[in-house]
């Protein structure tokens, strides 16, 4: 089956760093990814949707400066949460669409991002 | 407008059935979705439904109402390893998800 990874599913950092989190498509190639928060015991909110090659389609309320996503290759998207504060510290997720899916989205296994 | 509605928690006994309901309102509706979650993971696909009728898949079921935009999930023969939040999501014509809140389902022995 299609699987997805992220790296790292753990990060502790310092205030005002930058966090880069990989998510990878590891035996499929992903046309589209897809970047969720999820806040504890919330649903998933979707952050933005990245196309290989192109700009990230960011939703509305999330800073697009704040939150670089770079989909460089058809397995490869990056998430930098760039000067991190405590309120961002949250579950991130990643999934991604195979060309032929498009209904299924596989789901990475998520980075936890606590923030001091 | 996209609306998604489902319970905040349910509890169910070991063994037992259980039917998690969840109700959608999404322009250019594309296909209804279940998602398990443990606490602490990310979501696991359960089941895609677009056409009307039950779909059944081992222990979980499915079933989809488009005219009454209204989907359930059925779970017989409840394990304790069931306990989680099942996550229910509906795509509309651009292939997004539209996410519910999540059902807490707690397994009693």
């Known amino acids: 089956g299609a699987v997805v990874s992220q790296h790292p599913s753990w990060v502790i950092c310092k205030s005002g760093t930058s966090v880069k989190i990989e998510c990878r498509s590891l035996d499929f190639q992903a046309t589209t990814m897809f970047w969720y928060r999820q806040f504890p015991k919330q649903s998933l909110m979707l952050m933005a949707t990245s196309n290989e090659g192109s700009k990230a389609t960011y939703e509305q309320g999330v800073e697009k400066d704040k939150f670089l996503i770079n989909h460089a290759s058809l397995t490869l998207s990056t998430l930098t949460v760039t000067s991190a504060h405590p309120e961002d510290s949250s579950f991130y997720i990643c999934s991604a669409t195979t060309g032929t899916s498009l209904e299924t989205q596989y789901f990475g296994p998520g980075t936890r991002l606590l923030v001091l | 407008g996209q609306n998604i509605d489902q319970p905040t928690e349910m509890t169910a006994t070991e063994g037992a059935i259980v039917q998690i309901n969840c109700t959608y309102q999404t322009s250019g509706f594309n296909g209804l979705f279940w998602y398990q979650q443990h606490a602490g993971e990310a979501p696991t696909f359960l089941s895609y439904?677009?056409l009307d009728g039950l779909e059944e898949k081992g222990r979980f079921s499915s079933f989809l109402s488009r005219s009454k935009g209204y989907s359930y999930l059925l779970l017989k023969e409840l394990q304790m390893k069931d306990s989680a939040s099942y996550l229910c999501?509906?795509?509309?014509?651009?292939?997004?998800?539209?996410w519910g809140a999540g059902t807490k389902l707690i397994i009693k022995p």
């Open positions: 999501a509906s795509m509309d014509s651009n292939y997004q998800l539209i």
């Open positions: 439904n677009v």
